[in-house]
């Protein structure tokens, strides 16, 4: 049995190598913060935290409450989705003058369903380094805990507000085999599952993630038809911020051998191109690449 005392986290050897990293100058840093926990910020972050000349974020006062709670204490740079032009074009002329400066959201990663993308794209436009700094993401929390099978996931983020808009961009994804991700406010999550169930089906699992990495985190799965009611069963399942994670479209079968069938009978009664032409309306498959296997077909045929 080890009796050794377990190490604090100021006596770890990483930590000393944080500060001795480099930390270049000029250089805008992309830096995810914690999505509820403030313990889930890494480690090369909260030094960048306590280095910097400023702090762009989307809400002063969000980021100073964060600050604060690691005793820190950095000028404030207000850089949300209404000003972030004219807050790219302070960010640049800091960043010539030799500054560090540090991109956050008000929780997770800057410039993912949150500001932050302009002034990425225009302090690349100026020429200058942008250095990002890893870390919580609401998306890949909850996809980690899905256990939904698949190697790609599309990231859909905050669905239109307006119903019809919202079902014209569902049925866009009807057949989109990755797992799907969404955003959702508690105040729409309701209408959201309903359009959902409407679009995709009851059989497809969804994931609830709720709240994540908060006291009151909850992560439900279940098929899409039962999401209705585990809402309603309980006035708490409706509060938090969400994650929404769906199941993908099954692949589509492989219909290569039903178009070869159709193929060899169209071409025992007519012209190749035609008979290509006229399997590319039977199966929906490309004319061009129908032609060329019909040619194939025809070469083995003698």
């Known amino acids: 049995m080890n009796h ?5 986290l100021a006596s770890l050897p990483v930590i000393n190598e944080v500060a001795q990293q480099t930390y270049p ?3 805008l840093y992309v830096l995810a913060t914690p999505i ?4 889930d910020i890494s480690l090369r972050g909260l030094h960048l935290l306590s280095i910097a000349d400023a702090i762009a974020c989307e809400d002063t006062r969000n980021t100073s ?3 604060s709670r690691y005793g820190l204490n950095r000028p404030l740079l ?3 989705e209404h ?6 074009d302070k960010i640049i002329t ?3 003058q030799g500054e560090r400066i540090a991109l956050v959201s008000d929780a997770g990663t800057p410039a993912v369903s949150d500001p932050g993308a302009r002034i990425v794209d225009a302090v690349r436009n100026a020429g200058l380094q942008v250095i990002p700094l890893p870390g919580a993401s609401a998306s890949i929390t909850a996809l980690s805990a899905s256990g939904l099978i698949n190697d790609r996931f599309y990231f859909v983020g905050f669905l239109p507000s307006k119903a019809r808009q919202r079902e014209n961009e569902l049925n866009a994804l009807l057949s989109q085999t990755a797992t799907l991700v969404f955003y959702e406010a508690p ?10 169930l409407q679009v995709f089906g009851p059989a497809r699992q969804i994931v609830l993630a709720r709240e994540l990495t908060k006291l009151f985190e909850t992560v439900h799965r279940c098929p899409l038809a039962a999401a209705p009611a585990w809402l309603a069963e309980d006035a708490n399942h409706q509060r938090g911020e969400f994650v929404i994670v769906l199941e993908g479209a099954p692949p589509a079968e492989d219909d290569s051998a039903e178009a070869d069938r159709i193929l060899q009978i169209l071409l025992a009664e007519l012209p190749l191109k035609q008979a290509a032409a006229l399997a590319a309306q039977i199966t929906g498959q490309k004319k061009n690449a129908l032609y060329e296997r019909a040619l194939q077909l025809k070469d083995q045929a003698g």
């Open 94 to 96: 800091r960043l010539q």
């Open 83 to 88: 000003n972030e032009r004219e807050a790219a």
């Open 65 to 67: 409450h964060l600050l």
């Open 187 to 196: 105040h729409r999550i309701v209408d959201t599952i309903d359009a959902l």
């Open 78 to 80: 207000a850089a949300h």
């Open 4 to 8: 050794n005392p377990p190490s604090t």
């Open 25 to 27: 100058v000029s250089a």
């Open 36 to 39: 509820g926990n403030v313990c």
